[in-house]
């Protein structure tokens, strides 16, 4: 017997691996740095350099990228910076995983803490979690029909689901020139700079991955002549895209941007003055692309004329449960330590979302974490001009889910939408924040699927000795179809007999079945 089957791509989940490490180590400054008195300032970023699978475990290399701004021995209390790396490396164990399966990583910067040994001397000590998941693609066979359907009889359900167009990944890369207002004096040396990504949005339109939105810029100099401190802000459009062929408008797509770098530098414009700062942008795009049909599977089989045995199997399939978007909204005070600079004027505010955890609730995902604001300002004390405040803020939200069901595959994402800081005074500023909570949730369920049938001759004799007409009272939950194959008839014919439109049954009902025997 011929079988209709229908392929289903799907993303499988082979294996993950978690762990959190501390890097500590000690850094030299280099000889063209002046001497450190204090650290101002610290900021880290963690770059993989490479991911290598092998049987029952993954090895990571990669480095921490860290920059520190901090005063320096020279005369006026002169504000200076350095940037430097640590490499690393570390061993995830994950059972099921083969050499050469695709390993996806991610880390997260949960502490940096940079402390001076002495005046050329660094202590660097970090506490990184990585999470390491290994996927591949995989097709499941269904089977829709038979291919020749006369001699038999049919049970076919129809089922939403979810097909897997295309998994990818690709780099978009952006390069933006910004020229300083006139009002600005030339550029010495940027000490320090904040690139930040706001409203975000991702799809795909004609044949590409579109990802627009905003880049926030900030940038502490000096100036060319004086060795003055000059803060810029601004704002620069983003778009950029990468080639995604397979996929349209009505398919469902989730795009994860993760910045690979974020460089600044200076260079002359055209009378030669340092006056134009060169951003370049690389992002890294995590492209899946799914498409929901409703498809019918044949569920049962049953022949007047034969022995039909049908083998199954369980088959693992997924479906998109919901995809919402969620904004949580922060507004809190932050105050400075009666020791610290008092505030004169804030140069930035940056902030970091780091979900801590995520619980099923009864009609959604509850998620809970921390967001970490720093600011950077100029103070009121001309021996100490550049000032920095942290503090962590706990936020709670829940992202409603319909027909919340368990378990269900939750892929959330997280980040900063808005942020403002306003002086109040000159020790108390009031932070604002909104959160954005992106939530697509899949609902993972088997289906019995029919992989193969095998046919045998009837048993005549014990299909003579059962009655040829029965009288049948419906109980709950009891259907045609089982009714028609239980008694060696069919939906047609019971509906014939009884003169019935309704192929529903409710309890109680009494019908008359006639057993058709070839």
């Not at 180590?25 to 490479?50: A, M, Q, S, T």
């Not at 991911?51 to 005063?71: C, D, E, H, Q, T």
């Not at 804030?346 to 967001?371: D, M, P, Q, R, S």
């Not at 009272?473 to 047609?492: F, V």
């Amino acid at each position: 017997m011929e079988l209709n089957k229908v392929k289903i791509h799907r993303m499988c989940e082979v294996g993950a691996a978690a762990s959190q490490m501390t890097l500590d180590d000690d850094y030299n400054v280099p000889d063209y740095r002046p001497d450190i008195i204090k650290v101002l300032k610290e900021k880290g970023e963690l770059r993989f350099d490479e991911v290598k699978a092998g049987v029952g475990a993954v090895w990571i290399k990669g480095s921490l990228i860290f920059r520190v701004l901090y005063r320096s021995d020279r005369s006026e209390g002169r504000i200076s910076c350095l940037r430097g790396e640590l490499p690393f490396q570390e061993k995830l164990n994950m059972d099921g995983l083969q050499e050469f399966t695709p390993v996806r990583v991610r880390g997260e910067m949960e502490d940096i803490n940079i402390g001076v040994i002495n005046s050329r001397k660094l202590n660097v000590r970090a506490v990184i979690s990585l999470r390491a998941t290994a996927e591949q693609e995989e097709d499941q066979e269904l089977t829709t029909g038979v291919a020749d359907a006369g001699e038999y009889e049919q049970n076919l359900i129809s089922k939403e689901l979810l097909t897997l167009l295309t998994a990818k990944k690709d780099i978009c890369r952006q390069k933006s020139e910004i020229v300083l207002p006139s009002s600005k004096p030339n550029v010495h040396e940027i000490l320090w700079r904040s690139v930040e990504l706001r409203n975000v949005e991702k799809q795909i339109r004609e044949g590409k991955a579109l990802v627009s939105g905003e880049v926030l810029v900030s940038a502490l100099y000096s100036e060319e002549e004086t060795d003055r401190m000059q803060w810029f802000e601004t704002t620069v459009p983003l778009s950029c895209s990468v080639d995604c062929e397979i996929g349209e408008e009505q398919d469902v797509c989730k795009i994860g941007v993760t910045p690979l770098s974020l460089e600044m530098e200076v260079k002359p414009d055209y009378d030669g003055e340092e006056r134009i700062l060169v951003l370049e942008l690389a992002l890294e795009l995590d492209i899946r692309v799914w498409r929901e049909e409703n498809m019918e599977f044949l569920q049962d089989i049953y022949s007047l004329k034969k022995n039909v045995v049908p083998l199954r199997k369980e088959k693992r399939l997924e479906k998109l449960l919901v995809k919402n978007y969620a904004k949580c909204r922060l507004a809190e005070q932050m105050e400075l330590p009666e020791s610290q600079e008092k505030i004169l004027q804030i140069c930035a505010c940056e902030a970091t979302v780091n979900l801590e955890k995520t619980e099923y609730a009864e009609n959604g995902v509850l998620a809970e974490g921390i967001v970490v604001v720093e600011l950077l300002y100029l103070t009121t004390d001309d021996n100490m001009p550049i000032g920095t405040a942290k503090e962590i803020y706990p936020f709670s939200q829940l992202i409603e889910v319909p027909e919340m069901a368990v378990p269900l595959r939750a892929d959330l994402e997280t980040g900063v939408e808005q942020l403002s800081a306003v002086m109040l005074d000159q020790e108390h500023i009031e932070i604002k924040a909104v959160i954005h909570l992106d939530l697509m949730a899949f609902l993972e369920y088997e289906m019995s699927d029919i992989e193969n049938i095998t046919e045998e001759p009837l048993d005549m004799e014990s299909l003579l000795n059962d009655p040829g007409l029965v009288g049948y009272i419906a109980k709950r939950g009891d259907t045609l179809w089982q009714i028609a194959k239980e008694n060696h008839t069919t939906i047609e014919d019971i509906m014939e007999t009884n003169g019935r439109k309704d192929s529903q049954l409710l309890p109680g009902e009494k019908i008359l079945i006639v057993k058709q025997v070839g």
